[in-house]
């Protein structure tokens, strides 16, 4: 069971250059979510969706783009990488929310470590 | 709108010292509670959770009470050994709606 994995693990990009952070979950979840965490800070949403073809925006979305064509997909876009940017992603997902759900927990990806120079 | 108040750290303890990390929480809905554990280099994964009040959730000897008087989910360890050495998220989950966390607390465990 692969649960939620993310690729690539590790990226180093340039100023300006774009690039797409993949997230896959197989467990059928209709949630899915992007993080964002910061050396030493906590998590950030970027963006999450409750369903294929449904997104929405988070804490800090400005900078990214994402879709959600199936419910195992999530790409989290960059299009101008900016220093800002360098961070530790990470994509989750969770059950949707009705009452045969109470309590059950988001799963994470293991994060993929951006350093925009 | 749902929020996570979280102590803050870093935690320093030596080892076998008893260890709480305050969460306290507002939600607009009766949410359930979750402890996420990070450790170096890792995703989270989930240590404890709790769904109900007075329901106590626990794992690897940690422990925390949902008190819905209090609007509370303390962690605490009895004795916390090197191993435990992480960061820790308290987070809350209202029904059809998205996760929230706190800020985390960074916990060393000194030999």
């Known amino acids: 069971n692969a649960g939620v994995t993310q690729t690539p693990k590790f990226r180093i990009l340039k100023i300006g250059q774009s690039m797409t952070l993949q997230c896959t979950q197989d467990m059928n979840h209709n949630y899915m979510y992007w993080y964002r965490q910061d050396p030493g800070m906590g998590l950030k949403l970027i963006y999450y969706s409750v369903g294929a073809g449904i997104t929405d925006k988070g804490e800090v979305p400005n900078g990214y783009n994402v879709s959600r064509s199936t419910t195992e997909d999530f790409p989290l876009r960059l299009e101008l990488a900016a220093p800002s940017q360098t961070s530790v992603y990470f994509c989750?997902?969770?059950?949707?929310?009705?009452?045969?759900?109470?309590?059950?927990?988001?799963?994470f990806g293991q994060g993929t470590r951006l350093t925009v120079v | 709108g749902d929020s996570v108040t979280q102590m803050e750290g870093p935690v320093t303890l030596s080892e076998e010292a008893f260890l709480t990390i305050n969460c306290t929480y507002t939600?607009?809905?009766?949410?359930?509670l979750f402890w996420y554990v990070q450790y170096p280099g890792e995703g989270l994964q989930l240590l404890l959770k709790a769904t109900k009040a007075d329901d106590k959730g626990s794992n690897k000897g940690f422990e925390a009470t949902y008190r819905k008087e209090t609007t509370s989910f303390h962690l605490e360890k009895g004795s916390v050994q090197v191993s435990d050495s992480a960061v820790y998220f308290c987070a809350l989950r209202v029904p059809a709606r998205q996760l929230t966390f706190g800020s985390g607390t960074q916990l060393t465990v000194l030999p």
């Open positions: 939600a607009t809905g009766y949410p359930s």
């Open positions: 989750a997902s969770s059950p949707s929310g009705g009452s045969d759900t109470v309590g059950t927990e988001a799963f």
